[in-house]
């Protein structure tokens, strides 16, 4: 059996260990080719610092190549059929593809080089996960970018403590990121860096989710068409501040992580399992939080939208500007949703439309602006046109009425 190559899945990633060639044929045979960003080749990554010890150094004599897995291409490799392996949470399989048979297959499955050597499959494990957290790193700084949402200025906006604290611990962050690539691995000076940073970054996370949850409550408490449309643009600016501040919190604890996983690598490899799992589950832990607090904020944004949707007729501007903040506020969440990997389920098919409708016009660039307020002032004149016909009418209505009042009164008064 030639052209074999190694499959090893954690779930969010899959490495690929085998002929460079082969590989990205086995990537555009099975639809794995991702369409983001470039998978990471990982000769440099399994070559430097604690590593070496765990990875082993037949990685080097080949190509290797991690990507991260969407929902889609992670079930193509669940159809792969990965078996479990000794390592938790962690599928491996050899696969093959003989001569002229074009579908690949399982090769011995259950064994491959990784196996035989359960601290070396642990040892990819680990840098599997830094890989995911670096990656989902990288598309923060997308994110904050596209958004032009400028962390470090809403930050030092802010009089709390908590808040200023982390401009400190960003600096800190990125100055131990920096000796980790120089030196390759976390010394214990190193690690001593940023051992106290996680809580600071924990209590400017709550603090931001406190932040949202005032925002919705700040909506509930509005009736009026006029207040709510007032409320709904200062929640659409803030929100999207508050959002920003807890996509950079993220970002920052996955990199704690990375340098977490990386000291564990050089000093107590036996551990890696065990923090590895322990650091998925803390994730996961933050992404419920973040999920609970964004969907309230959402459900308050729709319930908003219906109100002045149904009283259009009589609010025909601030009818439109309260849908179009919601609109917005709603794209921000769900963003940072998909950024985040945080599936939401909430979203009424009323809700979807309009979300689908704004992203469109987001997606216009500069164009996004201009048709959101085309679309609301032509809702709006389009309403008052209705208004005023509906008015013109009872008008006619009236002083029809009152000349015939009138023709009866004067036909009684010649009757008498």
Same mark, same amino acid.
């Given at each position: 059996?030639?052209?074999?190559?190694?499959?090893?899945?954690?779930?969010?990633?899959?490495?690929?260990?085998?002929?460079?060639?082969?590989?990205?044929?086995?990537?555009?045979?099975?639809?794995?080719?991702?369409?983001?960003?470039? @998978?990471?080749?990982?000769?440099?990554?399994?070559?430097?610092?604690?590593?070496?010890?765990?990875?082993?150094?037949?990685?080097?004599?080949?190509?290797? =190549?991690?990507?991260? =897995?969407?929902?889609?291409?992670?079930?193509?490799?669940?159809?792969?059929?990965?078996?479990?392996? /000794?390592?938790?949470?962690?599928?491996?399989?050899?696969?093959?593809? @003989?001569?002229?048979?074009?579908?690949?297959?399982?090769?011995?499955?259950?064994?491959?080089?990784?196996?035989?050597?359960?601290?070396?499959?642990?040892?990819?494990?680990?840098?599997?996960?830094?890989?995911?957290?670096?990656?989902?790193?990288?598309?923060?700084?997308?994110?904050?970018?596209?958004?032009?949402?400028?962390?470090?200025?809403?930050?030092?906006?802010?009089?709390?403590?908590?808040?200023?604290?982390?401009?400190?611990?960003?600096?800190?962050?990125?100055?131990?990121?920096?000796?980790?690539?120089?030196?390759?691995?976390?010394?214990? &000076?190193?690690?001593?860096?940023?051992?106290?940073?996680?809580?600071?970054?924990?209590?400017?996370?709550?603090?931001?989710?406190?932040?949202?949850?005032?925002?919705?409550? /700040?909506?509930?408490?509005?009736?009026?068409?006029?207040?709510?449309?007032?409320? +709904? /643009?200062?929640?659409?600016?803030?929100?999207?501040?508050?959002?920003?501040?807890?996509?950079?919190?993220?970002?920052?604890?996955?990199? &704690?992580?990375?340098?977490?996983?990386?000291?564990? =690598?050089?000093?107590?490899?036996?551990?890696?399992?065990?923090?590895?799992?322990?650091?998925? +589950?803390?994730?996961?832990?933050?992404?419920?939080?973040?999920?609970?607090?964004?969907?309230?904020?959402?459900?308050?944004?729709? +319930?908003?939208?219906?109100?002045?949707?149904?009283?259009? =007729?009589?609010?025909?501007?601030?009818?439109?500007?309260?849908?179009?903040?919601?609109?917005?506020?709603?794209?921000?969440?769900?963003?940072?949703?998909?950024?985040?990997?945080?599936?939401?389920?909430?979203?009424?098919?009323?809700?979807?439309?309009?979300?689908?409708?704004?992203?469109?016009?987001?997606?216009?660039?500069?164009?996004?602006?201009?048709?959101?307020?085309?679309?609301?002032?032509?809702?709006?004149?389009?309403?008052?046109?209705?208004?005023?016909?509906?008015?013109?009418?009872?008008?006619?209505?009236?002083?029809?009425?009152?000349?015939?009042?009138?023709?009866?009164?004067?036909?009684?008064?010649?009757?008498?």
């Amino acid at each position: 059996m030639d052209n074999e190559i190694e499959l090893i899945s954690d779930g969010d990633g899959l490495t690929l260990i085998g002929n460079e060639t082969d590989i990205e044929r086995f990537l555009v045979s099975e639809g794995l080719s991702p369409k983001g960003r470039e @998978p990471k080749r990982l000769k440099s990554v399994f070559g430097t610092g604690a590593a070496v010890a765990q990875a082993g150094s037949d990685v080097s004599a080949n190509s290797s =190549l991690w990507l991260k =897995l969407t929902k889609e291409s992670a079930q193509r490799v669940k159809d792969l059929g990965l078996m479990e392996s /000794k390592t938790p949470g962690i599928s491996h399989a050899m696969i093959g593809k @003989p001569g002229s048979i074009e579908k690949w297959l399982q090769v011995e499955k259950g064994a491959g080089s990784f196996l035989t050597n359960p601290a070396r499959l642990s040892g990819a494990a680990g840098i599997m996960a830094q890989l995911a957290m670096q990656q989902t790193m990288d598309e923060i700084t997308d994110y904050l970018a596209k958004i032009d949402e400028k962390v470090d200025d809403v930050l030092r906006a802010q009089k709390d403590a908590v808040l200023s604290r982390m401009i400190g611990v960003d600096f800190m962050i990125e100055e131990v990121m920096t000796i980790r690539e120089q030196v390759g691995r976390v010394s214990d &000076i190193t690690w001593s860096k940023v051992q106290a940073l996680p809580t600071t970054i924990a209590d400017t996370q709550v603090y931001a989710l406190r932040q949202l949850d005032a925002l919705a409550e /700040k909506m509930e408490s509005k009736t009026k068409i006029g207040d709510l449309a007032t409320t +709904a /643009k200062e929640v659409e600016s803030k929100a999207r501040e508050w959002l920003a501040v807890l996509a950079r919190c993220f970002q920052l604890q996955d990199a &704690i992580g990375v340098v977490e996983l990386e000291r564990v =690598l050089d000093a107590t490899p036996h551990e890696l399992d065990q923090h590895r799992l322990g650091l998925r +589950a803390a994730r996961q832990n933050r992404l419920n939080l973040i999920s609970r607090s964004t969907e309230r904020l959402v459900a308050r944004m729709n +319930a908003a939208a219906g109100m002045a949707n149904a009283k259009v =007729l009589l609010h025909p501007t601030q009818s439109p500007a309260v849908v179009q903040s919601s609109n917005h506020v709603v794209i921000g969440v769900r963003d940072i949703h998909g950024l985040l990997g945080i599936e939401s389920g909430s979203q009424s098919s009323e809700t979807r439309r309009w979300v689908e409708a704004a992203t469109d016009a987001r997606d216009k660039a500069l164009e996004t602006g201009a048709k959101g307020v085309e679309v609301a002032r032509n809702l709006g004149n389009e309403t008052l046109d209705k208004a005023n016909s509906v008015k013109g009418k009872l008008s006619r209505g009236i002083a029809e009425r009152a000349r015939r009042w009138r023709g009866d009164e004067e036909e009684r008064g010649e009757e008498g």
